[in-house]
């Protein structure tokens, strides 16, 4: 896994993190609920990879699939009734893989008062040829100042998801030499 596209690869054009942001609204019903009456979390989430995937393939210009889901908060319970709008972006790209950053937001269907914020997460998605191969991605270009945090902080999330994968990697196999069977 390397966070530079190599030298043997043609270089791929940037894009604009504009050219791929995605919002995905949908009113809850209640086929929705969970038991106590509120939006199911599965529902939620199943939107934000909807919408996360949605922004991965327009990206990545062709199919791409979810390798992860982390930091997925629910910050306030959604309700029947809620309009909800899943807001995603690319924040960072490495060679074949992408973090989108997803804010959700709801707001009563029949109501003007503004949305507020009642989810967040955050998805890395890998492009992949026809044969299920990760591809290169074109690196994207970020805008704003906004957009250039968010690159910085996806930056370091995705430090942290390496050595986090490389320690347990490392501990298992430390532990398999010394005839762990767990
Ligand atoms: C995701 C997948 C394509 C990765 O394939 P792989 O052979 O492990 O390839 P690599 O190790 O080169 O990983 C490809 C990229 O994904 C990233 N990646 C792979 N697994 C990851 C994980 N668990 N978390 C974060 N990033 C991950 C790598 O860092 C790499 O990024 P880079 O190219 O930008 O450096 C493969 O594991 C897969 O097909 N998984 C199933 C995906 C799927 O079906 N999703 C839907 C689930 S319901």
Known sequence: ??????????????????????????????????????????????LVDDAAGAVAGRHSGGPAVTASMDEMAFLEPVRVG???????????????????????????????APATQVGSAY?????????????????VLPETDRDRRRYQEAQIRRTHR????RAIRELREQRAAEGFLD
């Open 123 to 139: 998805l890395v998605f890998a492009a992949v040829d026809a044969d299920g191969k990760p591809r290169a991605v074109p690196p």
């Open 82 to 112: 809620d309009l909800v709008h899943v807001k995603a972006q690319v924040n960072w790209t490495g060679r074949s893989s992408m973090e989108i950053g997803v804010r959700v937001m709801a707001e009563r269907w029949n109501e003007s």
């Open 162 to 165: 390496l050595a986090r994968r």
């Open 1 to 46: 896994m390397t966070d530079q596209a190599t030298d043997a690869e043609p270089e791929i054009p940037g894009k604009p993190t504009s050219a791929s942001r995605t919002t995905l609204s949908h009113i809850m019903t209640h086929s929705d609920t969970n038991l106590l009456g509120t939006v199911h979390g599965g529902v939620i989430m199943k």
